[in-house]
């Protein structure tokens, strides 16, 4: 026979799932008809919950991207795309939204999933973004960036060394691993002053390419379960390298050598007597700024050497790949170039084209733009948040503190702007007025306050190696299309079907 006490018992969790499902009714109906976004046009499903997007995210491995463009479709220019997000299509608005007038946060959201708050990139905070910039501004500057060119270029003449060697032995070279090792060592080198060489390896740290052509799925997972990236994040290095596959080794050995040199580098940064043979690097910087103490401290210094290096590997390296591939698969853009560079050779002083008279070629130039249009650094939305004002588009109000952003690969994909929009096509960017207008909405390293700090650093890399490259090889890739370089991930940067494969025969270039 039952007591009082069982009998209560037997009421609990029936009372409790009532409650539970009168909330999330309650929940829905908030966010359907009474949230300040509800107005605003797009999936019922995705304006209750994030769900829909962990979908696309996570099952469907970084399609959301796709998936907000045939919602632009369907609902128009400006869509709701979570319970608490906007993203707008219309070119026009770009310059509104990314701009350096006004404070503008980022989504913290989004940012959180890379487990690296102490990152300039990471900073969803106007005024703590703008502080940790500062210091860092000059370094990664054009000027600055030209004056290094010779750092550059001795990771050029490595590359081209490694590339001869397989002229004489015939053998196919992965030119997709030597041209991600390339921009790791020119980024790490420039920023931190170290080289791990990855150019010496004879597969080129190949397991390391394959790696980050697929991190974002770890971004992407925390997003939705927040305290996957953390986890991640604190497993212990030693433990991981004896226990992963070789690109998860390669990553994780990177990352123990990187906290090993970050924590020389302060060291050398706060000595009373530094070493002055010693180049510069951000972490010297940091130090030597007006920054207050909590800001340069390890955990935040190692946030910003890590993020600011790391965003110059896979970034620069798929829009290489996707330019190459479609410079040496076409004989009329190779033999323009060539032409170009010839008569630039020909009026320098030396058999090196120095860096200022390359940006002033047109068809080289045009040809980076259009490798950049395909490629640009990321291929996920921006969002941006004013957090003072209401934002306005068109006839709608934006609520201040609403996250809205756009996708910079969209944009650069819309037929109204690039007719046959994945044709690559130079020619398209060789008018000088054409270039100017398109230049308001060509925003590879993005705009405004949150442009990318290495944006220069990126287009030496890219005009350097490709001048060199076109003057020296030619390249036959076998069983490859331009297709498998369109982006068709979501990885935060390009995700492609190729996943950083590029594998080529190669011969001494042939100049007629």
């Known amino acids: 026979m039952f007591s009082d006490t069982h009998f209560k018992d037997l009421l609990v969790w029936p009372n409790l799932l009532v ?13 359907v008809f009474l949230h300040p976004l509800a107005n605003f046009p797009g999936p019922k499903l995705a304006a209750v919950t994030r769900y829909y997007e962990a979908y696309f995210d996570v099952i469907q491995n970084g399609q959301y991207t796709f998936k907000i463009a045939e919602m632009h479709k369907k609902y128009g220019p400006i869509v709701r795309i979570s319970p608490y997000e906007l993203h707008v299509i219309d070119p026009a608005f770009f310059e509104k939204l990314y701009r350096q007038e ?9 940012l959180d999933a890379f487990s690296g708050k102490g ?21 990664l500057s054009k000027a600055k960036v030209a004056s290094q060119q010779v750092l550059i270029r001795q990771n050029v003449e490595k590359l081209c060394d490694r590339i001869t060697l397989f002229i004489d032995s015939g053998d196919t070279i992965i030119l997709g691993a030597a041209t991600s090792a390339f921009a790791r060592d020119v980024a790490t080198e420039y920023i931190i002053g170290r080289n791990y060489n990855s150019l010496d390896l004879e597969d080129f740290n190949v397991g390391m390419t394959v790696l980050l052509q697929g991190s974002g799925r770890i971004w992407r997972i925390t997003k939705h379960i927040t305290w996957f990236g953390p986890t ?7 433990w991981v390298i004896k226990v992963a596959d070789a690109g998860m080794k390669a990553f994780f050995a990177y990352l123990k050598e990187t906290t090993k040199d970050t924590k020389e580098l302060l060291a050398q940064a706060t000595s009373s007597t530094p070493d002055q043979k010693h180049q ?15 800001e340069k401290s390890f955990d935040r210094v190692f946030d910003e050497v890590v993020t600011v290096t790391g965003a110059g590997f896979e970034t620069i390296a798929n829009a290489l790949r996707l330019i190459f591939y479609h410079v040496f698969s076409n004989d009329e853009i190779l033999r323009t170039l060539r032409v170009e560079l010839r008569s630039a050779t020909k009026r320098s002083s030396s058999d090196e084209i120095d860096l200022k008279t390359l940006e002033q070629l047109p068809y080289l130039t045009s040809v980076i733009m259009e490798g950049l249009r395909l490629s640009p650094a990321i291929a996920t939305r921006s969002a941006r948040i004013a957090p003072d004002r209401e934002l306005i588009y ?4 934006i609520p201040a503190g609403t996250p809205v952003g756009m996708t910079t690969l969209l944009m650069h994909t819309d037929e109204k702007l690039y007719p046959d929009p994945m044709c690559f096509n130079p020619e398209r960017w060789m008018d000088f007025d054409d270039r100017k207008k398109a230049e308001k909405t060509f ?20 005009y350097l190696v490709l001048s060199t490259l076109v003057q020296r090889f030619d ?38």
């Not at 409650?19 to 966010?31: C, E, K």
């Open 19 to 31: 409650i539970f499902v009168l909330w999330l009714a309650s929940l829905v109906f908030y966010r």
């Open 102 to 110: 006004g404070r503008w946060n980022k989504y913290a959201w989004s």
């Open 119 to 139: 990152a300039m990139i990471c900073s969803t905070d106007h005024d703590i973004h703008k502080t940790r910039r500062q210091p860092l501004n000059s370094f």
């Open 232 to 238: 991640m994040k604190s497993m212990p290095v030693d």
């Open 280 to 294: 510069r690097t951000i972490v010297n910087e940091i130090m030597n700024s007006n920054l207050p103490p909590v």
């Open 394 to 397: 068109g006839r709608w109000r």
């Open 443 to 462: 925003a590879p390293f993005t705009k405004g306050t949150r442009i990318c700090i290495g944006m220069h650093l990126a287009w030496a890399e890219i």
């Open 475 to 512: 390249f036959d890739f076998k069983d490859v299309s331009g297709k498998d370089f369109e982006c068709n991930s979501d990885q935060f940067i390009i995700g492609t079907p190729s996943n950083g494969v590029l594998n080529a025969t190669v011969t001494s270039a042939e100049i007629s």
